[in-house]
């Protein structure tokens, strides 16, 4: 069975420093990664997503993350936070190949910034 | 384009009453689905629409849950009669694509209580 493990219910940074947030999964075959954010009071909003060619993929506000498959990973960084990157953050999968598929969220994590 | 709607976005509800949501995906998407987060825990699947049939119902909880996508457009899923567990962030996503490809489109949410 697929799943999806988050590493780190909340994790809080300064202003201006690394976001690093860290995402596993287990798939027996390539998956469709994701990445979704929710804000206070909205919904989720996609922020980034693999599916096949470069591992490296670039996301709005900054945002930026790298498939490893020898890894099972999928964490995601931005260079430098910003008080307005404070909100939780979801990776999900959808197993690759599959004719109908659903997707599977981690748990999440919740970022918070200090200023 | 517009986005995936869904209302109400609050319904605070007495255990035993029935709640009626509703989805309004994005134009043209055949795939809807409906998630729910309880307090605290993960995001999980609930179904899958293929226009108006369902593709995928293993999520639903038990039979107090119904829903439906009459002529493959909006979906409204009904909770009759609510129990307090029910209480929690209902989620509905569009996609173009069954695999997922694309990314799904989530609504804002319709956060339930049941008191």
């Known amino acids: 069975a697929q799943s999806v493990t988050q590493l780190g219910s909340h994790v809080s940074v300064s202003e201006g420093a690394l976001v690093l947030l860290r995402c596993n999964y287990s798939s027996s075959v390539p998956p469709y990664l994701f990445w979704y954010v929710q804000y206070p009071n909205q919904g989720l909003q996609l922020l980034l997503k693999?599916?096949?060619?470069?591992?490296l993929v670039k996301g709005i506000n900054g945002f930026e993350a790298e498939f490893k498959k020898s890894e099972t990973s999928f964490h995601l960084t931005k260079p430098s936070a910003h008080m307005s990157d404070a909100a939780e953050y979801f990776c999900a999968v959808i197993p690759g190949y599959s004719s109908a598929s659903k997707i599977i969220f981690g748990s999440g994590t919740r970022l918070s910034i200090r200023p | 384009e517009a986005g995936v709607t869904q209302f109400p976005s609050h319904s605070v509800i007495e255990k035993g009453q029935t709640v009626t949501l509703r989805c309004d995906p994005i134009s043209g998407h055949d795939n809807l689905y409906w998630y729910r987060r309880v307090m605290g825990k993960e995001i999980k699947f609930l179904l899958h629409?293929?226009?108006?049939?369902?593709?995928?119902e293993s999520g639903m909880p038990n039979n107090r849950f119904l829903a439906e996508r009459t002529g493959g457009t909006y979906s409204t899923l009904k909770v009759q009669p609510a129990e307090l567990e029910d209480s929690g962030v209902y989620f509905c996503a569009s996609s173009q694509d069954r695999q997922g490809g694309y990314g799904y489109t989530f609504g804002s949410g319709t956060r339930l209580t049941v008191v």
């Open positions: 693999y599916t096949t060619g470069a591992t």
């Open positions: 629409f293929v226009k108006e049939s369902k593709q995928d």
